[in-house]
């Protein structure tokens, strides 16, 4: 997978070098390109924000500096549509992540659908966001994604971005050793995970459940299936609704 970070922050993608995306680099699974964006700026100050049309408070990025980023990274295999017209993609278009309070909420599914792509490509705004041009134009060559955390405002896209980075990573085959991992995690299953123990069995006063230490393979699935479904119930009933009804056995949920 190739991904491409526009930011006038790059120094927030330092911690891309670490860890498993680090590993991912050195072993070719992933090619992280992170792009300053007043490189496509051309005046004495490097600028890239303006006073926001209509006012209003703060500063709004300006689209050529994005319009230029697109051009060198995107090359439009036809001179971009100077009109409101969008064009529809074929798969093969780069995906183009604009992190945004008012996007469409990230989650596990949208992780999934990210780390099937080739290409990803990250916009962080700054400032109260980018001029909705600039996303307009991209939609003529690549597949648009505005895209929130949740309902809270960060001071720009960088911190998202690293968020979805590793969610969409970690995901890639083979950079997570053990890939079962990935189907006994929380929201893998439309659930949330059971609780985990580890040595020892006793901990302050504290025992592991038994059922986790009988070697019954069989009532360890049904107690973790059990703790999962009453997990998800007390944490996020939500989740439940879009899960069909599932009975609990009082035998299975004892520990
Ligand atoms: N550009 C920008 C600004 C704030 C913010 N908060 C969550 S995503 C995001 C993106």
């Not at 895209?147 to 990573?169: I, P, R, W």
């Not at 049904?222 to 069909?244: H, I, K, N, V």
């Amino acid at each position: 997978m190739r991904v491409d970070v526009l930011t006038i922050f790059p120094d927030y993608f330092a911690p891309l070098e670490l860890s498993l995306i680090g590993k991912a680099r050195t072993t070719g699974l992933l090619d992280v390109g992170v792009h300053d964006l007043r490189q496509w700026t051309h005046d004495v100050h490097r600028t890239v924000d303006d006073t926001p049309y209509g006012g209003g408070p703060g500063m709004v990025m300006r689209p050529e500096p994005w319009g230029a980023a697109f051009d060198e990274l995107v090359p439009p295999d036809r001179p971009p549509l100077t009109g409101p017209e969008s064009v529809p993609l074929d798969d093969r278009a780069p995906v183009l992540i604009v992190p945004t309070p008012a996007g469409q909420r990230f989650d596990q599914a949208m992780a999934h659908a990210f780390a099937g792509e080739r290409r990803l490509i990250f916009a962080c705004g700054r400032y109260e966001g980018i001029d909705q041009r600039v996303l307009e134009e991209a939609a003529t060559r690549m597949r648009v994604r505005e895209v929130s955390l949740g309902d809270y405002v960060l001071f720009g896209g960088e911190v998202a971005v690293l968020v979805m980075l590793e969610a969409v990573v970690r995901l890639l085959p083979g950079v997570i050793g053990n890939a079962e991992s990935l189907t006994e995690e929380s929201h893998a299953n439309g659930l949330l995970e059971a609780p985990l123990y580890t040595k020892p069995a006793v901990w302050r006063g504290r025992e592991v459940p038994e059922v986790l230490r009988s070697g019954d393979h069989g009532r360890i699935a049904r107690w973790r299936r059990a703790q999962s479904l009453l997990r998800t119930a007390a944490q996020r009933p939500d989740m439940l609704a879009s899960t069909a009804p599932e009975t609990l056995d009082k035998h299975d949920v004892a520990t």
